[in-house]
Each structure stands twice: as C-alpha cells, then as structure tokens.
C-alpha cells in the first residue's frame, strides 16, 4: 500500500523560506514520479512541481521557476519541496501525491492532477505579516 506523508508547512513571512518533505512509502518499482500540488479553498488544485524518480526530470509551474526547488533522496524515499521567496499567492494546501507511470508526470503535473495515483493528506502553507 502506497503512502505519502507530508510535513513541513507552516508559517512564514513574505520573502521567507519553507521546505515541505513528502515521505514515500509502498511502491513496488523505484521508478515511480511524485508531484507536489497546492490547492486553496474554492481554487481548482495546481501541480506546483513534479519529479521523476527513474531519471531525476523535474517539472515546474511557471510561476514558481527559480524560487522552488524539487529534489529527491532515493536511499530515503523522500522527496522535497524547497520554496523560497514565498508570496501571498502561495498560501494554500499543499499536497504530495504519486504515480506509477513516470512517463505520463508531465501530463498529470501540469494538466491532469487527477489522473494522479495516489495522495497524501496535505500540509499547510501560510504566507503572512
């Protein structure tokens, strides 16, 4: 059984830095992609940055490029999120969830957060004075 747990989120100024870890657990293969997605209440949800485990391509939101970092350490089965410069825009709930297929992460990262496999119950970003 996959499992995705999430930690990390929390208060932060404007400006300021958070990194969010996603802990994977339970599939089969080690090749496997993982995104992180945001989403805040009454929004649609939003792939934020995606990560192929097989051969390390990342995918970002542009409007997140050169201030988030997505990153993975295989040997712990965990995957990061590194945000810095956070803004007002970037409050919201972010998610990690995973896929099987690497292949199709692009697709479901930037078009198709529902065709993701699974997900974890999320972690809260708040950006405030």
């Known amino acids: 059984q996959v499992q995705l747990v999430e930690s990390g989120g929390g208060l932060v100024q404007p400006g300021g830095s958070l990194r969010l870890t996603c802990a994977v657990s339970?599939?089969?293969?080690?090749?496997?992609?993982i995104g992180w997605f945001r989403q805040a209440p009454g929004k649609e949800r939003e792939g934020v940055s995606c990560?192929?485990?097989?051969?390390?391509?990342?995918y970002y939101k542009d409007s997140v490029k050169g201030r988030f970092t997505i990153s993975r350490d295989n040997a712990k089965n965990t995957v990061y999120l590194q945000m810095n410069s956070l803004q007002a825009e970037d409050k919201d709930v972010y998610y990690c969830?995973?896929?099987?297929?690497?292949?199709?992460?692009?697709?479901?990262?930037?078009?198709?957060?529902?065709?993701?496999?699974?997900w974890g119950k999320g972690t809260r970003v708040t950006v405030s004075s």
């Open positions: 969830a995973g896929l099987k297929v690497p292949e199709l992460l692009q697709h479901r990262c930037m078009f198709r957060s529902d065709g993701m496999d699974y």
């Open positions: 339970g599939f089969i293969s080690v090749y496997y992609g």
């Open positions: 990560i192929s485990t097989s051969d390390g391509t990342t």
